[in-house]
């Protein structure tokens, strides 16, 4: 039993929350919140011993459990929904490539990018940020890659909210990966590169 494999949340309607660990889950399914669990059985968690019966308890953890209930933060999740940015999600986004170079580089040597430098007035947002090794980065300094003759070798894109759910994922299973993809929108960038066998390796 793998304790480190995650578990996919979902709300009662299908739409992907979040991944959990096993404890949480389990907490969950004893509290009676989740109303019915797909994919395959990842974990089956023994708990103590019924006086009267002298059985022991057994709680089963699918891959994948929809809670009732709503997210606290649901009215943050509509069309116009912009997941937090962070280096993480970034770079997982990009698939650790360097968007100038086009090699892939592990984390620790690469960085933020702002196509639109901060200094000529660009945001730290998703449409204006992407992956780029230290190197690259510190060539293209504080000019935009016109300036800095550097081509930009892919669009910078926001995820949408099941997006960023995947790009927050550790070891996805299969079945969790389907549930995700159907929750991606049909123009994804990010369902094209999954759909080829694009590994997420950071």
């Not at 992407?130 to 926001?158: S, Y």
Request: with cysteine; glycine share 8%; hydrophobic share 35%.
């Amino acid at each position: 039993m793998d304790l480190l494999q995650r578990v996919l949340r979902t709300d009662v309607s299908g739409m992907p929350l979040e991944w959990v660990g096993y404890q949480e889950a389990v907490r969950l399914i004893t509290l009676d919140q989740v109303c019915y669990s797909l994919g395959k059985t990842l974990y089956q968690v023994h708990g103590g011993i019924n006086a009267v019966s002298g059985n022991q308890s057994i709680v089963s953890v699918d891959a994948i459990i929809a809670t009732t209930g709503q997210h606290p933060h649901k009215h943050l999740l509509g069309k116009n929904y912009v997941p937090p940015l962070s280096n993480k999600s970034l770079f997982r986004r990009d698939q650790g490539l360097c968007l100038y170079c086009g090699q892939r580089f592990p984390g620790y040597l690469l960085s933020r990018d702002h196509v639109h430098p901060l200094s000529q007035g660009g945001k730290d947002r998703w449409v204006n940020v992407v992956t780029a090794c230290k190197r690259c980065n510190n060539h293209k300094a504080g000019r935009t890659p016109e300036q800095a003759g550097m081509e930009l070798l892919a669009i910078p894109f926001c995820p949408t909210h099941a997006e960023y759910v995947y790009l927050q994922g550790r070891q996805i299973l299969a079945d969790q990966m389907e549930f995700l993809l159907a929750h991606f929108p049909r123009n994804s960038i990010l369902r094209r590169r999954v759909e080829k066998g694009a590994a997420l390796l950071i």
